[in-house]
């Protein structure tokens, strides 16, 4: 009884807090994302006051608000917008891997890491957020931008990178090599390759399955379909995240839109708790001996994100405006780079690892939701407006023409 007591009123202030600084965000007019990491830093462990009693509770609850931005996020896309994007994407992913994972590989071997361990920082600074970019475009109302298929793009190939890298990495912590993990590579491939085509094929059947005038059964519906198979993803190492994904692309018409508008309440408040959680589990005494080369590789990769988001819009025909926009939508590192930073730290790699990761994601996951605001306005005022096209000249005004 005394715990239940403690943890309801730890939740309960919590949630309060976290309604006053979301206010306070939205009036001076940014993301609410930077404020609630930062709350939960500071009522972490070694914060000012442990909220010890909720971790179980919000642990959980930060593993369904991941679960719901990226099935929102899926909801607003089909299948065949997907491998659309994916066909074309694929050179920008590339660029991705190789603009991003480098400075992490080499920031490895400066520091001393073992190999494995430079591994496992580079893909900590590769993989990009895909629940708090899902959010920043949400609260910046741009998921219906001319680059955001393209910014989608990106983040699905390096979410289903991951389903290959994660296996990999825990072969290669473990000892047993690349050859003792490809079954499980094996097995993830199979797995994304069906659910893809259960989204293609029969993404109607499954949406009529899931269909009904109650709003009451169809949220029950669809969020039962999303935790389910976002489990089976991530018990064969897909990643959750990747899991509810999928479950919103095969998702379509009138009850993709239903689907929508009953989660969306859920996925704000669930996405707070989970970036609560990321700052709780951070322990700010032990930053400051790590703060300077994390704030150097964030700067590093900043800028690297930006290139890359620059380029494949650039490349998928959006105006310069609209890839300045999806560079600085791509800076943010979050749930990924901790997973990765963790098995690390588990298997026993370098110490300096794990709080060097917590440090670089604190920075970028704050940054990102600026970035994502102001580059923009930045990069146009100092390389000037894009230059105006001339419009087509109307049929009558063709003779007239030299």
Known sequence: M???????????????????????????????????LLAGLAFGHGGLVS????????????????????????????????VTNLRSGAPAGGIDCLLNATPGYAAGLLLGFDPVG????????????????????G???????????????????????????????????????????SVTVVIALAAIAIVLTIALRHGSKVSKALSTDEPEFLLLGVLGLTVLVAGLADRLQISAAVGAFLVGIAISDEVAEHAQQLLAPLRDLFAAVFFVF???????????PVLLPAFLLAAVTALTKIATGYWAARRAGIAKPGGYRAG??????????????????????????GPLAAGYVLILV?????????TEPALRRLFGPAPARRPAPAPDELDLLP
């Open 2 to 36: 005394h715990d239940t007591t403690t943890l309801l009123i730890q939740l309960g202030a919590m949630l309060l807090g976290l309604s006053v600084l979301g206010r306070l965000a939205a009036r001076v007019g940014m993301s609410p994302i930077p404020v609630y």
């Open 366 to 374: 704050v940054a990102g939701p600026l970035t994502a605001r102001f």
């Open 139 to 181: 609260d910046l109302g741009r998921l219906g931008n001319r680059e955001t298929p393209t910014l989608l793009s990106v983040l699905v190939i390096e979410d289903l990178a991951m389903a290959l890298y994660l296996p990999i990495l825990t072969a290669l912590l473990s000892g047993v090599g690349l050859l003792g993990g």
């Open 118 to 137: 430079c591994i496992a920082l580079a893909g900590v600074t590769w993989v990009s957020s895909s629940g708090v970019i899902a959010k920043i475009l």
């Open 51 to 82: 909220l010890s009693a909720s971790d179980g509770f919000v642990s959980a609850g930060a593993e369904i608000g991941v679960i719901l931005l990226l099935l929102l996020l899926g909801l607003e896309y089909n299948a065949g917008e997907l």
């Open 328 to 353: 600085g939508a791509l800076v943010a590192r979050g749930e990924f780079s901790i997973v990765i930073a963790g098995l690390a730290v588990a298997d026993g790699t370098d110490a300096r690892l």
């Open 278 to 288: 990321f700052g709780l589990s951070t322990d700010p005494t032990h930053l400051p």
